[in-house]
T-cell receptor, first 116, second 113 residues
Framework: AQKVTQAQTEISVVEKEDVTLDCVYE???????LFWYKQPPSGELVFLIR??????QNEISGRYSWNFQKSTSSFNFTITASQVVDSAVYFC?????????????FGQGTRLTINP | DADVTQTPRNRITKTGKRIMLECSQT?????MYWYRQDPGLGLQLIYY???????NKGEISDGYSVSRQAQAKFSLSLESAIPNQTALYFC????????????FGSGTRLTVV
């Protein structure tokens, strides 16, 4: 069975610190996709990034960066120079493509609090 | 208008009542999903639908039913609501390509008292 583990339930840092959110996944599929979503206090889910299993290049988008390592089945997310607006719950998810429908399997989420 | 619209946004209902949560989309996607979010548990899949004639149970379908009235509409019903169904419910759509991301609705916060 596919599984996503976000071991950090809550993280609290002071503004401008760098912070890394961990994500470890399990799958027997050779082709899969990994996602990160942000859920701000308002509750909606905001798509951040998608990465397929054949592309291990790290990605940087502004203050956000993602490190995908198949050898350790990890897809970690780093926020550089954190800001109060980064406070949210962050979810890592794995795309399961069996039965023709891609179902997203979510981790438990990490609640990130950035203190001023 | 939002791509995926959920109604109501918030609802308080009594134990034993039947309640329907509605979802409509303008994405033109065939695939629609209902997820439930509980604190500390992430999102769990309740039901999903490939198209109007194809509906499938997810991980936690007990106590729920769904109806796909049209390509654009996918409703979730709680036949007899119970307090542990208090949660945040999300509808989502996706296109058929593997790895296609989801488009989520804004969520329905349901409280069963």
């Amino acid at each position: 069975a596919q599984k996503v583990t976000q071991a950090q339930t809550e993280i609290s840092v002071v503004e401008k610190e760098d912070v890394t959110l961990d994500c470890v996944y399990e799958t027997r599929d050779t082709t899969y996709y990994l996602f990160w979503y942000k859920q701000p206090p308002s509750g909606e889910l905001v798509f951040l990034i998608r990465r397929n299993s054949f592309d291990e290049q790290n990605e940087i988008s502004g203050r956000y960066s993602w490190n995908f390592q198949k050898s350790t089945s990890s897809f970690n997310f780093t926020i550089t120079a954190s800001q109060v607006v980064d406070s949210a719950v962050y979810f890592c998810a794995l795309s399961e493509a069996r039965q023709g429908a891609q179902k997203l399997v979510f981790g438990q989420g990490t609640r990130l609090t950035i203190n001023p | 208008d939002a791509d995926v619209t959920q109604t109501p946004r918030n609802r308080i209902t009594k134990t034993g009542k039947r309640i329907m949560l509605e979802c409509s989309q303008t994405k033109g996607h065939d695939r629609m999903y209902w997820y439930r979010q509980d604190p500390g548990l992430g999102l769990q899949l309740i039901y999903y639908s490939f198209d109007v004639k194809d509906i499938n149970k997810g991980e936690i379908s007990d106590g729920y039913s769904v109806s796909r009235q049209a390509q654009a509409k996918f409703s979730l019903s709680l036949e007899s609501a119970i307090p542990n169904q208090t949660a945040l419910y999300f509808c989502a759509t996706s296109d058929p390509g593997q790895g296609a991301g989801y488009t989520f609705g804004s969520g329905t916060r349901l409280t069963v008292v």
